[in-house]
């Protein structure tokens, strides 16, 4: 009976220790400002640390950058939309927020809601297009609505305030409330009080500090409380900047930064949690691809960087995290939301230059990116068609230009190895450096297998293959900072594998078993092959390493296949299509079992919303993935690459002497057809990976052929039957 008792009495110590717990974290009153910046860019972040009137308020800070890309093109509005929705969106012609008693279109702003929605408002902000920017943003694919995350605070008991403005003599620019308003379009707060007339300023106004400070200061001490200021001074400077002599300019910029810096300093000491955001950089920081924006957090926690699950990259967020975040903060539920917490790492650490360097690194390839790589896919476009015309150059240089054409296809294929090996040391030789480097390894790499090996594409795809998957291992870092990985100011992909090195991943696993058909111990050859293809399969979809289920379907789809003709003789085409359909049934349980563990991805929330039900969500994604590949196909560089590589593989299908006797290789060539057809129908830039892997499948053919015809034309003691068609 006593063990009982005890029993019972540690089980309701335990249940009223949860409860306090639960009841403190309910009722403490949170007090967390957002001070929103337009036109800072990573130069304004950069000076305000290390300007010589250094502050305790930096060193205290979290430092990140911020990915800051809406759906449609970049903007203060567009980007403000986005980051209030939480979900990539874009907004609406004359967006814009209004007092009660300010005039709109000759109307007082309360009158002119009244007379678009049938609502009369009489009390704080109001927002006349927020029917439009919903409707708009409905209608995409993204479903972002704004709105939301103001009515879980209102619900919740949260005091939203909201002060400040951007204007300029010319237009009304209020969009700090899009991180505020409530779902009815209505937020507390006092835009023109905000901002005072000052003589010399940017157009003759700046942001009163001492009105800001003040409200700080006595609201919120009673309930939760979220404020949100639009400090548009640098907008302003920099909207004045060209008419301004550039002394003064400098002088004055200088001066503003200071001015934010001291609000900023007393900020801090009335609230518990405060963020300074940029939402979008000035024209010459975007000009110049600086598209990463600054961010700044104090917490309880001190200094540190900031980063999300969103971004898995160190010092990088993204726009769609903020809205989780704050939830988050005032112990709200944030799972509707696709972004994710952001986290403070390193804390403690005050040493802010290694992010400026990560930032300039990511800069420096992005602004690079197109002049090298359209280069590069021009070179592969060359060296295709140079390998399917190399017989044309007569018939006493015929050798010597089968020699080259397969030193260059060879190299070609040696190219992306390279392009993800000498990615980490592309800040310190520079853009001109790494391309020399580039050549040179893939010239002298494809010159040794060439003469020290009888099978030369078995190496390079097991080379590019053991690359590949020992990077994804360890965290992709050298695939986030190659010209072929995925780039974060995109904000395509930020970790995992990218759909270039998804392609030839794919084919260099083909390359890799294709030589096991031909080996006589067959048993020790398939359960070395399907060991293999598991690999690459977990590589390709486990949430904590490739995540790409396009290319994990698409592997999948080509391994069955592979399979399929290396058991089976003849066609079967109803055969085929229940393999198909079979295989990828079973490879689409195998992804979501990869799912079940460890950090939810965006492969992850796909299954959950599927198993929900919310068929819609997955009709949008398969919407945005076609509009994508589209896109890509009209306006990419990788589509002459596409094109040319599809119509050699076809013309290679098509004329039979062409083909090549040895199972091994007419396997390759089939299966890496298949592959790449499933990767460009499957994947989100379908046309990106298909181009890699056609190209790596019709390099590798070329390369035979060559061979093939050397040995028939040039064998020792070798006669060539006059029936035989030769090809030349």
């Known amino acids: 009976m006593s063990r009982k008792l005890i029993v019972l009495l540690l089980l309701f110590i335990i249940c009223q220790g949860c409860l306090l717990r639960y009841v403190e974290a309910a009722e403490k009153i949170e007090k967390i400002a957002v001070i929103l910046v337009p036109g800072m860019s990573m130069t304004e972040a950069q000076w305000l640390i290390h300007n010589e009137d250094k502050n305790w308020i930096w060193n205290e800070a979290a430092i990140g950058a911020m990915n800051v890309r809406p759906d449609g093109p970049y903007s203060y509005l567009n980007n403000m939309v986005t980051m209030g929705a939480g979900a990539k969106a874009v907004g609406v012609q004359d967006w814009n927020s209004y ?7 000759g109307f007082a702003a309360s009158e002119w809601v009244h007379q678009l929605t049938g609502m009369r408002q009489t009390e704080g902000l109001l927002h ?25 605070l209102q619900e919740a008991g949260v005091v939203r305030k909201v002060y400040g403005h951007s204007d300029t003599l010319e237009e009304r620019v209020r969009y700090a409330s899009l ?3 409530d779902r009815s379009g209505t937020v507390a707060g006092e835009i023109t009080q905000s901002v005072r007339a000052k003589e010399g300023s940017p157009y003759g106004m700046e942001m009163d500090v001492d009105f800001l400070i003040n409200k700080l200061s006595t609201i919120g001490d009673e309930q939760s409380s979220f404020f949100v200021i639009e400090w548009g001074d640098l907008y302003r400077l920099y909207d004045q900047m060209h008419y301004m002599e550039e002394k003064h300019f400098q002088s004055e910029w200088a001066r503003q930064l200071m001015r934010l810096q001291s609000f900023v300093e007393q900020a801090r000491r009335e609230v518990d949690q405060l963020w300074m955001i940029s939402p979008m950089m000035n024209k010459q920081a975007y000009d110049e691809k600086q598209q990463l924006a600054p961010v700044f957090y104090w917490g309880q926690k001190k200094a540190g960087y900031l980063t999300s699950n969103t971004t898995r990259q160190d010092y990088l967020l993204s726009s769609i995290d903020m809205v989780p975040t704050l939830l988050r903060s005032f112990h709200l539920s944030s799972e509707s939301y696709s972004g994710n917490e952001v986290i403070q790492e390193r804390v403690g650490d005050v040493d802010k230059s290694s992010v400026f360097e990560a930032v300039n690194e990511i800069v420096l390839i992005y602004k690079s990116r197109a002049s090298v790589l359209s280069t590069y896919i021009t070179c592969l476009v060359v060296a295709l068609l140079g390998a399917a015309v190399y017989g044309s150059f007569g018939t006493k240089k015929r050798r010597t230009w089968r020699y080259i054409t397969r030193l260059i296809l060879l190299s070609a294929l040696w190219s992306p190895f390279w392009f993800l090996a000498l990615s980490v040391i592309v800040k310190t030789i520079g853009i001109s450096g790494f391309v020399l480097g580039l050549i040179a390894s893939s010239l ?3 010159y040794v297998v060439e003469k ?3 099978k030369p594409i078995f190496w390079i795809g097991i080379c590019t293959f053991l690359l590949i998957t020992v990077d994804v291992i360890l965290g992709s870092a050298f695939m986030q900072r190659s010209y072929l990985g995925y780039d974060p100011i995109i904000g395509a992909r930020y970790y995992g594998i990218g759909n270039e090195f998804a392609g030839v991943y794919v084919i260099s696993a083909i390359m890799v078993i294709s030589p096991l058909v031909d080996v006589r111990r067959k048993k020790q050859s398939i359960l070395l092959m399907t060991a293999l293809f598991t690999c690459v399969l977990v590589i390709l979809g486990k949430n904590s390493l490739g995540t790409n289920a396009g290319a994990t379907l698409s592997a999948g789809l080509a391994f069955a296949f592979f399979f399929y003709r290396m058991f089976t003789k003849k066609w079967s085409w109803r055969f085929l299509i229940i393999v198909a359909v079979s295989s990828l049934g079973t490879l689409c349980l195998f992804l979501y079992m990869l799912q079940l563990t460890g950090e939810q991805t965006h492969i992850g929330m796909a299954f959950d ?24 196909f009209r306006h990419s560089n990788w589509t002459q690459l596409f094109v040319t590589s599809y119509l050699l593989g076809a013309i290679i299908l098509w004329r039979r002497r062409l083909q090549l006797k040895g199972q091994d290789k007419q396997l390759f060539l089939q299966t890496g057809v298949v592959a790449s057809f499933a990767l460009l129908l499957l994947n989100d ?44």
């Open 444 to 446: 002298l790499c494809g």
């Open 609 to 632: 919303r599927l198993l929900n039900g919310d068929v819609r969500y997955i009709a949008d994604t398969i919407q945005r993935k076609a509009a994508m590949n589209i896109k890509i």
């Open 685 to 728: 830039s379908g046309v990106v990976a298909a181009a890699t892997s056609m190209f790596c499948v019709v390099s590798a053919h070329y390369y035979w052929l060559s061979v093939n015809k050397e040995e028939n034309n040039f064998a020792v003691g070798e006669t060539i039957n006059s029936s035989q068609a030769v090809e030349d």
């Open 99 to 105: 007092e009660v008693t300010e005039e709109v279109n």
């Open 452 to 454: 020290g090996s009888e």
């Open 179 to 181: 991180l505020a308003l």
């Open 128 to 152: 006349p297009g927020l029917h439009r920017l919903n409707q708009k943003n409905d209608q995409g694919t993204h479903r972002a609505r704004v709105g939301d995350f103001g009515q879980l």
